[in-house]
């Protein structure tokens, strides 16, 4: 077990993971460097990190660990320099990128045992304020070792089993492959689909007002951070070129169909697709991290909103967001709660359906 760690970058995956790490193993002195200052001084006030890398190659020369949770471009830097250093012998550097082929291929030419990670977690929020100990919990945590250093990567999670993460490893082609079609590529699509209604906008204004229900939530992910995806999307640009001539083929297709009313091909489709959906698992984290969202029918009522809202509030559990749906005189209307986690959206479902008779279900 490591006694000192470095970590560099301070954001939501750093700091969580280091939130882990002391929960588990609070004899383990963490060192925090982040290019952002007030990031450092915050981490050190909230007791994520123990200390601020003020000498920056005086501590990593003297870790045990080093955690590089920073971009893919950043990372590949910090590995460029880490090897410039007279690092202890049996010293290990991990990662968190979303990305592993570019990182992977620069960390094993290195003098220092790399091995490339990425926890499948994430939040709408961002920075070391959001750091929380269960982001990680139930959710993909992959290794993408290339060397043989199993031990190692036995050491790491080991080191990391307070995220409560599930540990698999791939190689990083696959790990790219993977999340290039299932997290990648759907943000590529959700930002395409928001350009086109935007277009659509100026030509029917009012047709803003229509996007605000499924529109918005098959969209969501479209709000993500712009810098963060530009540079996954890059680091990963072979094969979102490849994806993205795959969906290019099935849009042909498909306006071939509708060009020659070709009702059984058309009704196959989403028929297939319908089959393949509904085998995904509900609200397990994966690729894309997971919304917990739950609707409530409540009758449009004064004070109805407050009693729902005021009833999970008196028991502790924190919801993220809210948004009524089909709220209309006389008629049930639609309350939509978002959870940060599936306990908290069970414990929500609960709480409603045990103080009053508005049915629950999940979205």
Not at 33 to 54: R, V
Not at 124 to 147: C, Q, W
Not at 180 to 200: C, E, K, N, T
Request: charged share 20%; hydrophobic share 40%.
């Amino acid at each position: 077990m490591p006694e000192k760690i470095l970590l560099i970058g301070l954001g939501l995956i750093g700091s969580s993971l280091a939130l882990c790490i002391k929960d588990q193993f609070p004899q383990i002195k963490i060192y925090g460097h982040d290019l952002m200052k007030q990031s450092e001084k915050l981490a050190k006030q909230m007791g994520i990190i123990d200390e601020i890398a003020h000498h920056f190659d005086e501590v990593a020369q003297t870790s045990d660990l080093i955690i590089l949770a920073v971009p893919v471009k950043t990372c590949i830097q910090q590995l460029e320099h880490l090897n410039t250093l007279t690092l202890k012998p049996e010293v290990l550097v991990t990662d968190v990128c979303s990305t592993k082929q570019l990182v992977v291929a620069s960390g094993q030419t290195k003098k220092f045992d790399f091995i490339g990670g990425h926890p499948m977690a994430g939040s709408h929020k961002s920075g070391v304020m959001a750091a929380d100990k269960n982001l990680f919990e139930n959710a993909f945590y992959i290794f993408t070792p290339t060397r043989e250093v199993n031990h190692k990567v036995a050491q790491l999670e080991q080191l990391f089993k307070g995220t409560r993460a599930k540990f698999i490893q791939l190689a990083p082609e696959e790990h790219d492959e993977i999340t290039g079609m299932l997290s990648h590529f759907p943000h590529i699509v959700a930002s395409g689909l928001v350009h086109q209604s935007h277009d659509l906008n100026n030509q029917y204004p009012r047709s803003r007002k229509l996007a605000a229900g499924g529109f918005r939530d098959i969209t969501r992910i479209a709000s993500a951070d712009p810098r963060m995806w530009t540079d996954i999307l890059l680091s990963n640009r072979h094969i979102m070129l490849d994806q993205i001539k795959h969906w290019q083929d099935l849009m042909a297709q498909i306006a071939s169909w509708l060009n020659l009313e070709q009702e059984q091909a058309i009704f196959k489709f989403f028929k297939d697709a319908q089959v393949f959906r509904d085998q995904i698992p509900i609200h397990k984290k994966g690729a894309i991290p997971a919304f917990h969202d739950l609707l409530v029918d409540v009758p449009d009522t004064p004070g109805v909103i407050a009693e729902v809202t005021g009833l999970l509030g008196s028991q502790r559990i924190s919801i993220i967001n809210l948004r009524i749906h089909e709220t209309r005189e006389e008629i049930s209307g639609i309350f939509q709660l978002s959870f940060k986690t599936e306990r908290d959206l069970e414990a929500g479902k609960a709480c409603i359906e045990a103080h009053t008779s508005y049915p629950c279900r999940l979205k």
